[in-house]
Nanobody, 114 residues
C-alpha cells in the first residue's frame, strides 16, 4: 500500500525558496517514477515536474529554470527545490506516483506573498 507524506510547504516572499519533500512508504516508487502536481484555487491541477527512476526529468514551462526535482531511491523520497518563487506559484502541491495524476498525498500548501 502506497502512503505518501509531503512536507516543506509554507509562506515565502516573492523571490524566495522552498524545498518540498515527499516520502513514499509503498513499493511503486522505483518502477513508476514520481511527480509533483499543484492546484491553485479555482484551477485544475497541473503537472509541475516528473522524475523517472533513472533520473530523467520533465518540467512545466512555467517552472523551468526555477524548480528542480530530485529523488533518493534508497530513501523512497522525492524533493522539489523551488527557487525564485512567484505569487502565481501559490497552490497546494501534491506528491504523486508516476506521471498521471491520481495516486497522491494530501498535499502541502505553498503561499508566495509579500
Amino acid at each position: 500500500q502506497v502512503q505518501l507524506e509531503e512536507s516543506g510547504g509554507g509562506l515565502v516572499q516573492p523571490g524566495g525558496s522552498l524545498r518540498l519533500s515527499c516520502t513514499n512508504s509503498g513499493s511503486t516508487f522505483n518502477r513508476s517514477g514520481m511527480s509533483w502536481y499543484r492546484q491553485a484555487p479555482g484551477k485544475q491541477h497541473e503537472l509541475v515536474a516528473f522524475i523517472t527512476r533513472d533520473g530523467i526529468t520533465k518540467y512545466a514551462d512555467s517552472v523551468k529554470g526555477r524548480f528542480t526535482i530530485s529523488g533518493d531511491n534508497a530513501k523512497n523520497t522525492v524533493y522539489l527545490h523551488m527557487n525564485s518563487l512567484k505569487p502565481e506559484d501559490t497552490a497546494v502541491y501534491y506528491c504523486n506516483v508516476g506521471l498521471l495524476f491520481g495516486l497522491r498525498g494530501q498535499g502541502t500548501q505553498v503561499t508566495v506573498s509579500s
